[in-house]
Each structure stands twice: as structure tokens, then as C-alpha cells.
């Protein structure tokens, strides 16, 4: 089973700040099978990114992803305030398919 | 309207079973897999279980292998998830996705609100 670890666990900026969120696999991820989603308090989880770095239908640009192998960077240009939530990055191109632990984006 | 709409969660004892449904609409349900993905209060993401869209291929997270079992009935538009021999550790907010693919892989570009489920005398 791949194991993913994101850093930090809790990342405090301001609105119009930059985020990078890593994800570091245990083992190769496979073909960049790597996604990303948000959560925001209440809610179900929010599709992202895909294939490591293409957009999810509606996702603004400012969600950028990036990576290959065993590191990944989920990039947010600038802040806007309904950004702070919780994001996840999964796998799935190794089964059991598995996400990482999660990192809050919290407002400074 | 796209959606996934689970039911079936509630208080529950450790030891005995609960069913769960997802109900999806707007889309061509058996063109894809489905997947229930569990949350427990105050904690991250768990993989539960995959079924592939003909049922073929099945696959469990080793903490509910041999307890619970997938299954889907496309003519209903359906997923299920029967959960047997509960524990406490299966507590939960527990949510329905769909893949982007067929065969139980792909990542999950719908979910639903979730169904919670609570374990405990």
C-alpha cells in the first residue's frame, strides 16, 4: 500500500498570499495518478486536480498542480477566502487506492 | 441533476449490522465504478471499498475486509454497503463516490453528503 504524507499539516497565510502543499509518496505513483480535493467544514469533499496537474470541470486557475514519482505540490496562486479549508491528495494508481492525512489552510 | 444521495446510517451497537444506500441521478450510473470513502469525526479520508460498474471487481480496505460487503444494482441506480460484526473504530461520516472509471480505479469526481454512522453501547 503507498503510503501518502502531506506537509504542513497546518499552513497559516492571509488572503492573496501564495500556498504550496506537498505530498510525498512512499513509492512511485504510477502514470502521476495523483488527485486532489478540498474539504471545507460540513462539506463533502471537492474534486480539484487529476492526473496530478489537470483541473477538475469549474476550478479556477489559481489551483495549480504539479509533480511526478514521489512528489507532488498543490499550488494556490492567491488566496481568496473561501480557499481555507482542508485539502487532501489520493493515489490511485496502485490499489487499495489512499489519500494523505491532510493539510489545513488556516487564515493568519 | 448530478448527485449521490446516501441513507441507511444511525446508532448502532458494536456487533451488529447496518446497511447503507446511495441513490445516483444525472448520470449514466453503470458506466462506472462507485466507492464508499469514510470519515471519522475530527479525522482524514479512508478508502472503504470499490465495486467496478458490471460488479466484477471488487476490492475492501484490510480494516473491513470479511465484515462488510459491496455491491450495486444498476437497474436502480444504486450502491450498498452491508456492514457487519460494527466496531466503535467504525464510526464514521460515511461517503458515496463515483470513479472516473469503470474498473474499481480512478479518482472521484462526485460524492455525496455522506451518511453518519455511530457505534456504541
Known amino acids: 500500500e503507498i503510503v501518502l504524507t502531506q506537509s504542513p499539516g497546518t499552513l497559516s497565510l492571509s488572503p492573496g498570499e501564495r500556498a504550496t502543499l506537498s505530498c510525498r509518496a512512499s513509492?512511485?505513483?504510477?502514470?502521476?495518478?495523483l488527485a486532489w480535493y478540498q474539504q471545507k467544514p460540513g462539506q463533502a469533499p471537492r474534486l480539484l486536480i487529476y492526473g496530478a496537474s489537470s483541473r477538475a470541470t469549474g476550478i479556477p486557475d489559481r489551483f495549480s498542480g504539479s509533480g511526478s514519482g514521489t512528489d507532488f505540490t498543490l499550488t494556490i496562486s492567491r488566496l481568496e477566502p473561501e480557499d481555507f479549508a482542508v485539502y487532501y491528495c489520493q493515489q490511485y494508481g496502485s490499489s487499495p487506492g489512499t489519500f494523505g492525512g491532510g493539510t489545513k489552510v488556516e487564515i493568519k | 441533476e448530478v448527485q449521490l444521495v446516501e441513507s441507511g446510517g444511525g446508532l448502532v451497537q458494536p456487533g451488529r449490522s447496518l446497511r447503507l444506500s446511495c441513490a445516483a441521478s444525472?448520470?449514466?450510473?453503470?458506466?462506472?465504478?462507485m466507492h464508499w470513502v469514510r470519515q471519522a469525526p475530527g479525522k482524514g479520508l479512508e478508502w472503504v471499498s470499490g465495486?467496478?460498474?458490471?460488479?466484477?471487481?471488487?476490492g475492501y480496505a484490510d480494516s473491513v475486509k470479511g465484515r462488510f460487503t459491496i455491491s450495486r444494482d444498476n437497474a436502480k441506480n444504486s450502491l450498498y454497503l452491508q456492514m457487519n460484526s460494527l466496531r466503535a473504530e467504525d464510526t464514521a461520516l460515511y461517503y458515496c463516490a463515483k470513479s472516473s472509471e469503470w474498473l474499481v480505479s480512478g479518482y472521484f469526481d462526485l460524492w455525496g453528503r455522506g451518511t453518519l454512522v455511530t457505534v456504541s453501547s
Open positions: 444525472g448520470f449514466t450510473f453503470d458506466d462506472y465504478a
Open positions: 465495486i467496478s460498474w458490471n460488479s466484477g471487481s471488487i
Open positions: 513509492q512511485s505513483v504510477s502514470s502521476s495518478y
